[in-house]
């Protein structure tokens, strides 16, 4: 664009624009960064890597609905780094420590479970259009989500950082962990969003106790601690399973009421 005296005029970002992306740009280099410490062997590094990602995958949405920073350019860069720290950083990962060991299944499992990740973030991309979704639409997401079906997958790893790898942990048995958590993505079973989700007054107090141990644990024994947390998250699948039922339900019987109630009146 020019002015008038004939110079260039550029456009201005504000900072509460930048500053998500940049949060989004840090999770990307973290998750690349965890394929780095893999080719080394340093498999804790790579672990942590891809944790530190979703740690700044939590905050970059949080950061742009502070800053009130939300652009269509931060929305995609969001999901390109998802799918790069959460798709295929773990896949190769999970391929460099051990089914490499099986040849073309080893490596099938890995494509298949990013190419499930890209999957999951196209739906996910796509429905973030839908103009009348149920009220409670907001506090599930469809299949699980990219941090969460990382952490899913690099299970294994961080379970063998506590009980070792032999004789569970085979390549084979990861291989089909990959592809069944790969399903699980791109699934259609409720998964608990924990976005906006607002606790009763009384709830608050036991909350900061659990997060109190929750630090703790994760100050002295990182690795049991965050796959406790991973497996807590697998014990929550089935819940949450139920709870949309119930509120899917709810929702239709006060819908189908209201049209009884409509029909009524319009007949009087």
């Given at each position: 664009?020019?002015?008038?005296?004939?110079?260039?005029?550029?456009?201005?970002?504000?900072?509460?624009?930048?500053?998500?992306?940049?949060?989004?740009?840090?999770?990307?280099?973290?998750?690349?960064?965890?394929?780095?410490?893999?080719?080394?062997?340093?498999?804790?590094?790579?672990?942590?890597?891809?944790?530190?990602?979703?740690?700044?995958?939590?905050?970059?949405?949080?950061?742009?609905?502070?800053?009130?920073?939300?652009?269509?350019?931060?929305?995609?860069?969001?999901?390109?780094?998802?799918?790069?720290?959460?798709?295929?950083?773990?896949?190769?990962?999970?391929?460099?420590?051990?089914?490499?060991?099986?040849?073309?299944?080893?490596?099938?499992?890995?494509?298949?479970?990013?190419?499930?990740?890209?999957?999951?973030?196209?739906?996910?991309?796509?429905?973030?259009?839908?103009?009348?979704?149920?009220?409670?639409?907001?506090?599930?997401?469809?299949?699980?989500?990219?941090?969460?079906?990382?952490?899913?997958?690099?299970?294994?790893?961080?379970?063998?950082?506590?009980?070792?790898?032999?004789?569970?942990?085979?390549?084979?048995?990861?291989?089909?962990?990959?592809?069944?958590?790969?399903?699980?993505?791109?699934?259609?079973?409720?998964?608990?969003?924990?976005?906006?989700?607002?606790?009763?007054?009384?709830?608050?107090?036991?909350?900061?106790?659990?997060?109190?141990?929750?630090?703790?644990?994760?100050?002295?024994?990182?690795?049991?601690?965050?796959?406790?947390i991973i497996i807590l998250y697998l014990v929550t699948m089935p819940l949450s399973y139920r709870s949309y039922r119930r509120l899917t339900a709810m929702h239709a019987a006060t819908a189908a009421k209201s049209e009884q109630e409509s029909v009524a009146a319009t007949d009087l």
């Amino acid at each position: 664009m020019l002015r008038a005296g004939g110079k260039r005029r550029f456009r201005v970002i504000s900072l509460s624009t930048l500053i998500p992306n940049l949060i989004t740009v840090m999770a990307l280099c973290s998750g690349l960064t965890g394929i780095r410490f893999a080719l080394q062997e340093r498999w804790e590094f790579a672990v942590g890597a891809i944790a530190v990602a979703a740690v700044l995958d939590t905050l970059d949405g949080r950061m742009a609905r502070l800053l009130k920073g939300q652009s269509k350019f931060g929305a995609e860069l969001d999901s390109l780094a998802d799918f790069i720290s959460f798709g295929v950083s773990p896949a190769i990962i999970l391929f460099l420590w051990t089914t490499q060991d099986v040849g073309g299944f080893g490596w099938m499992s890995a494509l298949f479970f990013a190419t499930c990740m890209a999957l999951r973030l196209a739906r996910f991309n796509t429905k973030l259009d839908d103009v009348d979704p149920p009220v409670f639409a907001s506090r599930f997401f469809a299949g699980v989500p990219a941090p969460a079906a990382a952490g899913l997958g690099c299970l294994p790893l961080i379970l063998s950082f506590v009980i070792g790898p032999e004789p569970i942990w085979s390549p084979y048995l990861v291989a089909v962990w990959l592809v069944v958590v790969g399903l699980m993505m791109v699934s259609s079973i409720p998964t608990y969003s924990f976005k906006g989700t607002r606790l009763p007054q009384k709830l608050v107090l036991p909350l900061l106790v659990v997060a109190g141990l929750v630090i703790a644990g994760s100050l002295s024994e990182p690795w049991m601690t965050l796959a406790g947390i991973i497996i807590l998250y697998l014990v929550t699948m089935p819940l949450s399973y139920r709870s949309y039922r119930r509120l899917t339900a709810m929702h239709a019987a006060t819908a189908a009421k209201s049209e009884q109630e409509s029909v009524a009146a319009t007949d009087l």
